[in-house]
C-alpha cells in the first residue's frame, strides 16, 4: 500500500501497558502504510544494545525523522504523562500533530503476553510487568487519545485509527460567489 501522507504529518503515539498489543499493532502499520516505526525495546532486543542507549538512539532517529514530513510511529517511552508531553512538544515544534493510540488490554492476558519468552519479545518478569503497571499513567482528557482493544483484530484497530486521522484533516471549503444583482428593466433585484 502507498505511504500514509495526511496534509499535516503525524506522530502516532502508542501507549498502553505492556502485552496490550502496541507492538503488534504499530509493526502492521507500519508495513500496511511504508510508514517509519521507531521502538527502543525492539532495537534493544534486535541488536543486543542496553535499554538506555536505545532509547537515546530512538531519540536522535525520532529528531531525524520529523524533519521527512511523513507520519510515523513512535513506541517509545509514553507510560507517564511527562514523557507522552516531551514527545508531543517536540513534534509540535516539528509541525507534526500528535495521536496517542492507547491500546486496552486485560492486565491478566496483557501480563500473560509480556511475561511469554518467544523470539521477539524479550522476556519480562512478573515483578518487571507489576512495575511497569503501577508506572503507567493513563491518558487524560488534556492529551489527545483514541482506543483500541488489544483483542480486536488489525482491520478493526485500523479502521478506528484512520478514521481520527481522516476526521481530523482540514477540510477546505469554497465561500459561496458574492450574488451578483440581476439588472432587469433599469431595476436592481437580488436573488437570495
Do not use: C
Not at 502508542?14 to 502492521?28: L, Q, R, S, Y
Not at 517536540?90 to 492476558?109: H, I, M, N, S
Amino acid at each position: 500500500m502507498k505511504p500514509l501522507t495526511p496534509s499535516t504529518p503525524h506522530v502516532i503515539m502508542m501507549v498502553g501497558i505492556p502485552g496490550a498489543g502496541k507492538t503488534a499493532f504499530a509493526e502492521h502499520f507500519a508495513k500496511t502504510f511504508s510508514a517509519p516505526y521507531l521502538n527502543p525495546r525492539t532495537l534493544s532486543f534486535s541488536e543486543s544494545i542496553a535499554t538506555d542507549i536505545a532509547k537515546k538512539v530512538t531519540s536522535a532517529f525520532l529528531e531525524e525523522l520529523l524533519k521527512t514530513n511523513r507520519t510515523l510511529l513512535y513506541e517509545g517511552p509514553t507510560e507517564t504523562k511527562a514523557e507522552r508531553t516531551a514527545i508531543i512538544a517536540r513534534a509540535k515544534k516539528a509541525g507534526y500533530r500528535t495521536l496517542l493510540v492507547w491500546v486496552q488490554t486485560e492486565p491478566v492476558e496483557a501480563k500473560r503476553r509480556a511475561t511469554r519468552r518467544t523470539e521477539t519479545n524479550t522476556h519480562m518478569s512478573a515483578v518487571e510487568f507489576k512495575n511497569s503497571l503501577e508506572t503507567f499513567q493513563v491518558p487524560t482528557e488534556t492529551e489527545r487519545f483514541i482506543v483500541i482493544s488489544g483483542r480486536h483484530t488489525y482491520a478493526t484497530q485500523l479502521k478506528t485509527v484512520l478514521k481520527n486521522l481522516v476526521r481530523e484533516q482540514p477540510t477546505t471549503q469554497v465561500p459561496p460567489a458574492p450574488r451578483q444583482p440581476i439588472v432587469r428593466d433599469g431595476r436592481n433585484i437580488t436573488v437570495r
